[in-house]
């Protein structure tokens, strides 16, 4: 409230990765708002005063064309922003200088992992590659938009190894603000499916559905290690002292 407006465009991701709750909530198709009708809203919001402003959409170049034409159109009102997209952004050199010309300064992607075999478990697009990862980093840092990249810790190739390869990659990448969650089996989810028919899920409280708790049971380390080692990789990006 203090920093953002919340603006969502549309709903939905053409992509479906095992373990997201985006498809689980908005079923297949991915839905947008008419163009201007979303220009007219950034007016409204601009008029208000000068926060920060947030695209909420899961995926805001889930229709590039589209997200061509809302960008061209915002550049005129000089605003200040942040996204969440996918590494499909890299694809197309003018939408990423869309995005630069037309005043975003942080893009939220998920990474998820610095484990390829990770990557493909999770049927993440042929974009993710963790040999990459820093190139495209740099690239986009280098248009003065800043990276917020996402992990996810506890998927099935993770071992106790994870959590050191996971803080080294985020420090050796310099992006700008990253964040790290526990693999969490939501209801709906393919990976909560399958979990389920491993007889790895456990019977915690939704309460421990929050992304920072162990809810089923890690198929190369205990629960207290994925658990000790999520607390173990937080303290480490987050410190004074990092990156060294």
Known sequence: KYFFHLLQTSRGCPFDCEFCSVKAMYGQSYRCKPVDAVVEELKIIDN????????ADD?????????KELLRKIIPLKLV?????????????ELLNL???SGCKRFLIGFESVSNSN?????????????KYKEDIHRIQSLGIEVQGTFILGYDFDDESCFEKTAAFINDTDMAAPAVNILTPFPGTRICERIKSEGRLLGRSW???????????????????????????RQQIYSYDFPQ
């Not at 005063?49 to 947030?54: H, M, Q, V």
Request: charge should be negative; glycine fraction near 2%.
């Open 99 to 101: 995005f630069a010309e």
């Open 119 to 131: 990557l493909r478990q999770m049927e993440k697009n042929a974009e993710y590659k963790v040999e």
């Open 81 to 93: 922003y942040a996204v969440q997209l996918s590494l499909d952004v890299l694809k197309d050199e």
């Open 207 to 233: 309460s421990k559905y929050d992304l920072s708790h162990v809810c089923y049971q890690p198929k190369l380390m205990s629960v207290e290690a994925l658990e000790n080692g999520y607390a173990w990789v």
């Open 59 to 67: 995926n805001l170049v889930g229709n590039k064309n589209r997200t």
């Open 48 to 55: 208000l005063d000068k926060k920060l402003i947030f695209f």
